[in-house]
């Protein structure tokens, strides 16, 4: 039996370092990049993805290509995803910092511009957006809003409202 598939290049607790550090850089970075989800994302946007993946890769196993050493790195970035799981559903003030906020897109039939910019949202992107949900006039818009996980909801005028007073004490 070949034992250098299982025998590590360095001690265990730093593929543990090297993939904690490496996660929370990548999810810093894609927080800070925008709101997009991966079917909405453009070619570009995609290739970097996968680029980025490739790229940290040495960072988080140091050269180490043990069977141990990526079981390790495995077993830490589900770790850290099921850490930040929990810190994020008990608090709202984590989930903010890691998930953002949904921004406005579009207000009482009105485009909020600035919004776009800042998402880096073009008007033919929006537009398909809306038509994919049976919109095909901003005026029945009363508010559109880009998710925090990239999607885009849409309240028509008239519809129910009363999901902004969603809390606990309105859960059974």
Excluded: C
């Amino acid at each position: 039996m070949d034992h250098s598939l299982w025998h590590l290049s360095f001690p265990w607790w730093q593929f543990v370092l090297r993939g904690g550090i490496v996660y929370l850089a990548v999810l810093f970075l894609i927080r800070i990049s925008g709101k997009r989800q991966v079917g909405q994302m453009g070619t570009g946007e995609l290739v970097a993805l996968l680029l980025i993946s490739n790229s940290v890769q040495n960072a988080m196993n140091g050269g180490d290509n043990s069977v141990a050493g990526g079981l390790i790195l495995a077993v830490t970035l589900l770790v850290i995803t099921h850490i930040l799981a929990l810190l994020t559903f008990r608090s709202s003030r984590i989930e903010r910092l890691v998930e953002g906020r949904p921004v406005v897109l579009v207000r009482q039939g009105k485009i909020v511009r600035k919004n776009l910019h800042k998402e880096l949202l073009s008007f033919p992107e929006l537009r398909s957006a809306l038509r994919r949900q049976g919109v095909h006039d901003l005026s029945d818009v009363d508010e559109a809003l880009l998710e925090s996980n990239g999607g885009i909801t849409i309240t028509r005028k008239g519809d129910a409202k009363g999901l902004d007073e969603l809390g606990p004490d309105k859960v059974i």
